[in-house]
Nanobody, 117 residues
Framework: QVQLVESGGGLVQSGGSLRLSCAAS????????MGWYRQAPGKQRELVAT???????NYADSVKGRFIISRDNAKNTVLLQMNSLKPEDTAAYYC???????????WGQGTQVTVSS
């Protein structure tokens, strides 16, 4: 069975930092591209950042220069370091695993990030 479990969310003041973690099991982790997405109430889910199996990264324009995505294949974990947080970053953050060669895609249950003004 495949499982993605996010952690690290919480309440933080504007300008603060949080680090989100996603632990994966049931997949050959190093074969998958990993990503973070977020969804605010009443809005569509949007891409935040991705990292490929070759460590190439991509970020939404709204988080460039503030967020950093990384992965540790030995620990089957993908991280999202979030700095200089803004109230508009408030959302549920979801971990994603994607293996294009087999069209396999998986999602975690999400972790809430709330940034107060």
């Amino acid at each position: 069975q495949v499982q993605l479990v996010e952690s690290g969310g919480g309440l933080v003041q504007s300008g603060g930092s949080l680090r989100l973690s996603c632990a994966a099991s049931g997949i050959t982790f190093r074969w998958y591209a990993m990503g973070w997405y977020r969804q605010a109430p009443g809005k569509q889910r949007e891409l935040v950042a991705t990292i490929t199996s070759g460590y190439s990264t991509n970020y939404a324009d709204s988080v460039k220069g503030r967020f950093i995505i990384s992965r540790d294949n030995a620990k089957n974990t993908v991280l999202l370091q979030m700095n200089s947080l803004k109230p508009e970053d408030t959302a549920a953050y979801y971990c994603n695993a994607d293996r294009a060669s087999t069209n396999a895609r998986y999602w975690g249950q999400g972790t809430q990030v709330t940034v107060s003004s």
